[in-house]
């Protein structure tokens, strides 16, 4: 789960400036658009940020992470390179999430198919505390915005949250099977959604609790808006609701032609809030204007990839988009689909960008905070850093035997930890030459 929010973009530059169009679509009939803003945007030069980590003492008593050479059963097919800092190995199976502390971006939290989670160090993969009494597979674990708690979801809907400094549990609730979970981007408020179609809000420790009764048919995405207020939630219908989170009321549903052909898989919003992006097994991305509710656009994967001939329709129909995100920095949005395809788009001018081509399925994309770098990872086990501006591959990494099932990225994007099928999390220090 990638936290929204970052630094302020750079000050406006005099010579060859991006314009940057924010769309914000006005209460005109038929969703037209307009175009209220333009902001000069300053191309990008070097980052300045550095965020090294400090050299791993290879102490023998840790048994949390193991050495590339000890690191056997290496599937056939996976590469045997291991480019990885850190590797944390108490996890039995599979690691299916994985979350950074958003104060200090020094811990991980992961979850697991072996029914736990671990809260450890980033340095050098010291177990804090287990994160026990799960009794399902562990999909989702993220920190409160202040680091303060940490929250741990079970497939059976068994969440847990923990005060991180006590290594205490201080609440549990259990909803049934657990969708998403997501913390608030300002407070101690903690949001989920259920098969059962509800989305919940608690209050942590207090408990206090509302819940967003959606259709009939599971939650299977959700995201707080940068403004705190709204939430939007995708649904295994194709329908899209904004949820007014103090009034307990959808603000718009997208549904129909709005809506999608096939279950929501991903949502993301822009850092302001006023544009939202929802990804589906339909293959479309639809690029939303919150305010009104209306579709801007649609972005669809035939546009990018040919039609597939007879005989090669059941593997075309396997395709999805798997995830989605906004730049911080331009006016760019990229789509991954689980054919490996990475779409940017440009925003202002609503078209195909670059297309970035992976050698397997998409899992996950993060955008760096403060550049126009998208990273992905895949289920051929490697992580690939994008230049959105050229289309063009900076670097990759490898060191997992099996699929990535998830990642994070630090403040300063100058760590990147994943999870994977080998049953083990690692950390990999990102070396830039701009830096």
Known sequence: MADPGGGEGPEPGPEGSEALLLLAGGGAEGGAEEIVEVVDLEPLGPDDLAGEMEDVDLDEEQGAWVTEEEDEGVEEGMEAQDDSEVTFSKHTASVFCVSLDPKTNTLAVTGGEDDKAF????????LLFECSGHKDSVTCTGFSHDSTFVATGDMSGLIKVWRVDTKEEIWSFDVGDLEWMEWH????????GTADGNSWMWKIP?????TFQGPNCPATCGRVLSDGKRAVVGYEDGTVRIWDLKQGSPLHVLKGQDGHQGPLTCVASNKDGSLI??????????LVNSATGKVVSVFKAESIVPKPSVGETEEAESNSVESLGFCNVMPLAAVGYLDGTLAIY??????LRHKCQHESGIVQLLWEDSSPVVYTCSLDGAVSLWDARSGKLISEYRGHSAEILDFAL???ASIVVTTSGDHQAKVFCVQRPDR
Do not use: I
């Open 119 to 126: 809260v450890w160090r980033l340095s050098d993969g010291e």
């Open 185 to 192: 981007p300002q407070s101690h408020v903690l949001l989920a």
């Open 206 to 210: 207090s408990g206090e609790c509302k």
């Open 277 to 286: 992006l929802t990804g589906s097994v339909d293959c479309h991305a639809k």
């Open 346 to 351: 440009d925003l202002a001018t609503q078209t």
């Open 410 to 412: 630090n403040k300063d």
